[in-house]
């Protein structure tokens, strides 16, 4: 890179724009869209499509609810010319559903454009020429009146055709494209587009579409504001016009200059699903879309099943959306770290409980079920993970509620093995941390039978367990069987005195083998808080069987101060 970049790089001009309106303005509804998918992103494909692949997208984007697309260069090559008569000869296009075409202004491809277009109902002939600087002098060189008459003789054999075309029944809409509109002087922009204007001659009742292309993004998206403004209020005949706007994203503000240019007077917008387009794409419309609906505005498309509209557009372009593009990439929706699992599990168990009128759930700006993606895609648990997010994991996965303490106990105990794995882990693999840990702890005690019998309020318990291998019978009597269970262990089986801190039990729903889990807190002699689990079918078993759990994780546990667990892990990160 060069120590002194202007030496070779400029700033683009501002834009002489006085009473500037757009910034005091908000966004409350949504513009006519229009999706380039099958041209501008097909185009910026190394293999385009193929008639199959542009038909099945074709569906996906009508059952998305577009309305205008734009299907083609007809006039480019035989497949796209065969897309439009397959579309059209097969009676694929929906009566609602208005198809585009692009050409460029040369009477035999507008010819070949208009034959290709033959039976259809409503169509848009959309006709281009590029009008910058560089593009007047290098491709062209050409100054600005040859150009003017280049488009004013494109635009007059576009003319020429429309009437037998609507002779044939099909509504012809025109539209016109000075290319590279963002980099061209404004007052040339006006002056072609006008020029264009006086041929098709459009009214209100019958509007042109003047789309203002930012084919190369060079400047910031208030730039791109400033020029929209601009030609809404210097154009002649506003109201016959329909003003579009189509964005690249060059500097990665295709989304930016798309809704600061719609606050500055546009009506219409083109882009591509995940903005697949030339160099880093087009508009990407879902994140336009997306945006208006997490505004509260209806944006009249409808991405409700994200994933399957995903899946379509991976399968028919060969492309991938990154895990990171907003709304639809399969990270958006995850959260790796500790903390914001943390507060997501507890938005998202507050918004579950109902009472709040709108979504304000902590690092999720919108509700990924209405997208079709699901809460168990909220949290994933890799070492950055906290308590939350195993917590969250354990209750949505398998039911498993642990309560807070033992939370704050295994959370790092997972964190310290998931650590270990240096890998992602999934819930199955949690439950089975959780299981070696609690549950299937047989050392230095085992259950091996249990019989209780209560008399007005005593209970007495006659048992054996194995202690390191050998059996043991064991006998006491408390206020209750798990108090009886205590007592007998300690007299009988030489455990190092404990009393009951917490005791929670909850069922396991149906389908699984076991129907109670119980979770019990003992507190030492040397003040130690332990926790163990059990499980049993019998919710009176599965609390001893907790308890002897927390008997042999307090004997293997080394002693640590008053209360705390014994440090495992270094404080998680946030
Ligand atoms: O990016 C662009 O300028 C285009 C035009 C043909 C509209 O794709
Ligand atoms: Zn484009």
């Not at 309560?403 to 819930?427: I, T, W």
């Not at 396991?508 to 163990?532: C, P, V």
Request: charged share 25%.
């Amino acid at each position: 890179m060069l120590r002194d970049p202007s030496t070779k790089y400029r700033a683009f001009p501002q834009v002489p724009l006085v009473n500037r309106q757009w910034p005091a303005r908000t966004l409350s509804q949504p513009p006519i869209w229009c999706s380039v998918d099958l041209r501008d992103g097909n185009q910026a494909l190394a293999v385009p499509m193929n008639v199959s692949q542009k038909l099945e997208l074709f569906d996906a984007l009508v059952r998305c609810g577009f309305k205008e697309i734009e299907i083609g260069f007809p006039s480019a090559s035989n497949t796209e010319f065969a897309f439009n008569r397959r579309l059209i000869d097969d009676g694929r296009i929906p009566d609602h559903v208005t198809i585009q075409c692009l050409v460029q202004a040369r009477e035999d491809l507008i010819e070949r454009t208009f034959e290709s277009l033959v039976g259809a109902k409503n169509v848009i002939v959309h006709l281009y020429n590029s009008v910058s600087p560089a593009q007047r002098r290098v491709v062209f060189g050409l100054e600005k009146p040859e150009i003017i008459k280049l488009a004013v003789r494109g635009a007059t054999w576009v003319q020429q055709r429309v009437a037998a075309l609507e002779a044939g029944g099909t509504r012809v809409t025109l539209q016109y494209s000075p290319e590279s509109f963002s980099l061209t002087e404004l007052e040339f922009s006006r002056e072609i587009s006008e020029a264009v204007m006086d041929v098709w001659q459009p009214t209100p009742e019958r509007k042109m579409i003047l789309n203002l292309p930012d084919t190369v993004q060079i400047a910031g998206p208030n730039v791109y504001a400033d020029q929209i403004e601009w030609m809404v209020t210097h154009l002649k005949n506003r109201e016959s016009l329909v003003i579009s706007l189509h964005t690249h994203n060059d500097r990665g503000t295709g989304t930016a200059a798309t809704e600061l240019g719609l606050m500055a007077g546009a009506d219409r917008v083109e882009g591509t699903l995940f903005g697949n387009g030339e160099r880093t794409g087009n508009l990407d419309i879902v994140n336009v879309a997306m945006n208006l609906y997490m505004q509260g505005i209806d944006p009249r498309l409808d991405f409700s099943d994200l994933n399957a509209l995903r899946e379509v557009y991976e399968r028919c372009t060969g492309m991938s959306v990154p895990p990171r593009q907003p709304y639809a990439g399969e990270l958006v929706f995850t959260a790796f770290s500790g903390s914001h699992q943390d507060a997501i599990k507890k938005g998202l168990n507050e918004w579950e409980k109902g009472g709040r009128s709108h979504w304000d759930v902590p690092y999720l700006t919108i509700d990924p079920a209405d997208l079709g993606r699901e809460y168990r895609e909220v949290i994933r648990v890799n070492s950055q993970s906290g308590k939350g997010g195993v917590a969250y994991l354990l209750e949505s996965e398998f039911g498993i509620e642990l309560p807070k303490e033992l939370q704050r106990e295994f959370g790092p105990l997972a964190n310290d093995e998931v650590d270990r794995l240096g890998r992602e882990v999934s819930a199955a693999e949690l439950q089975a941390m959780f299981w070696k840990e609690y549950i299937d702890r047989t050392s230095p005690c085992e259950l091996h039978h249990f019989h209780v019998d209560g008399v007005d309020g005593v209970f007495r318990c006659r048992a054996s367990v194995l202690m390191e291998g050998k059996e043991v019978k064991i006998e006491g009597d408390g206020n209750g069987p798990i108090a009886a269970f205590v007592t007998a262990l300690v007299h009988h089986a030489r455990v190092p005195a404990f009393t009951v801190a917490t005791f929670k039990q909850q069922s396991l729903s149906a389908g699984t083998e076991a129907s109670a889990l119980a979770f019990i807190q003992i507190k030492t002699n040397d003040e130690r808080h332990i926790w163990g689990a059990g499980v049993d079918t019998n919710i009176e078993l599965a609390s001893i069987k907790a308890v002897i759990s927390a008997v042999n994780r307090a004997a293997t546990r080394p002693t640590s101060p008053a209360g705390a667990p014994p440090p495992t892990t270094a404080p998680l990160p946030t």
